[in-house]
T-cell receptor, first 114, second 109 residues
């Protein structure tokens, strides 16, 4: 278990299609986060899970976005009816409950909506 | 909403020179993180600063945190080309990070 794994690395989709991304956190990490990063900006928080419970959601997470973390392991982020404005890098991060060692980010999924 | 400001946004420096990147934030927090990001890549953790007065060093980089001033600095000593990247500070508040806009560093031979 060498880090946070995200799939796919790249996704090109047509406007209006649905897409789903997957994140596999470090196995002993019980906290999982999703962030979105657009070009030239810092990442913005989307949502946070502690084990399987989704405890916080940003107002950036519109009704078209949904995230799950069944059984407190991997997580999925689904975007329905994609729009061009959804084009971004979607980053997943995980950490232990005790966060003194910081957060580990995955390599991200780059979404392009055409 | 918590705001995190970094300056400068862009930094071009010659190899061998020293420079400091500043990170100011707008609310009380005693947890601050520095990350490095190479083009098209994810975020690499550099430093975790967990208390007022914390100072950490790794190679040519040194980070410090002054929670009273709500200020963190990332000091670069004798820059080398391999340090060229974008550097982000992130303040933890509640259950999320608030990231700065990043400092794009280019080290010129």
């Amino acid at each position: 278990d060498t880090g946070v794994s995200q799939n796919p690395r790249h996704k090109i989709t047509k406007r209006g299609q649905n897409v789903t991304f997957r994140c596999d956190p470090i196995s002993e990490h019980n906290r999982l986060y999703w962030y979105r990063q657009t070009l030239g900006q810092g990442p913005e928080f989307l949502t946070y899970f502690q084990n399987e419970a989704q405890l916080e959601k940003s107002r950036l997470l519109s009704d078209r976005f949904s995230a799950e973390r069944p059984k407190g392991s991997f997580s999925t982020l689904e975007i329905q009816r994609t729009e061009q404005g959804d084009s971004a890098m979607y980053l997943c991060a995980s950490s232990l409950m005790e966060r003194n060692y910081g957060y580990t980010f995955g390599s991200g999924t780059r979404l392009t909506v055409v | 909403e918590l705001k995190v400001e970094q300056n400068p946004l862009f930094l071009s420096m010659q190899e061998g020179k020293n420079y400091t990147i500043y990170c100011n934030y707008s609310t009380t927090s005693d947890r601050l993180y520095w990350y490095r990001q190479d083009p098209g890549k994810s975020l690499e953790s550099l430093f975790v600063l967990l208390s007022n007065g914390a100072v950490k060093q790794e190679g040519r980089l040194m980070a410090s945190l002054d929670t009273k001033a709500r200020l963190s600095t990332l000091h670069i000593t004798a820059a080398v080309h391999d340090l060229s990247a974008t550097y982000f500070c992130a303040v933890e508040a509640g259950n999320q990070f608030y990231f700065g806009t990043g400092t794009s560093l280019t080290v010129i031979p």
